[in-house]
């Protein structure tokens, strides 16, 4: 519990910080969109890279619960991007909300599908 008390508190610095930086949108959430994409892909990675090295026990699972439940889970946010596409939704830009919502999960999926390539291929070496 405590390593994903700890790895979620700097996770949600970190986007916190990003968010901050970005200075907000009128348009598509660019920072949002960009946490939760780049989420994807280190996320992949990880659980490919431990579970290509061995069973969750031990350290593996030390890494995941800090580094993917904590850290990533506290780094990447689904109720912002929730709140995003209703606050389109609701300001009249439909288009613009089905945009975000279709981008953000096919991006997602498709990071993903590369972060689990990336880590075969470079553990496989």
């Known amino acids: 519990m405590a390593l994903v008390l700890l790895g979620g508190a700097a996770g949600t610095a970190l986007r916190d910080a990003i968010e ?14 960009g ?6 892909l280190v996320l ?3 659980v490919e890279a431990l579970a290509l090295r061995g069973s969750d026990v031990g350290r593996r699972r030390r890494w995941r619960l800090l580094l993917g439940t904590g850290f990533l ?6 109720s912002t991007f929730g709140v ?7 300001d009249g830009r439909p288009g613009l ?22 880590a075969r291929t ?4």
């Open 35 to 40: 946490i939760n994409v780049s989420g994807a």
């Open 84 to 90: 995003e596409t209703d606050t389109l939704l609701r």
């Open 97 to 118: 909300a089905m945009t975000y919502a279709l981008a953000t999960v096919l991006a997602g999926l498709v990071v993903s599908v590369l972060g689990i390539k990336v």
């Open 20 to 33: 901050r930086a970005s200075g907000g949108s009128d348009g598509f959430p660019w920072a949002t969109f």
């Open 122 to 125: 470079e553990l496989l070496r």
């Open 44 to 46: 992949a990675m990880l």
């Open 73 to 78: 889970g506290g780094y990447t946010t689904y």
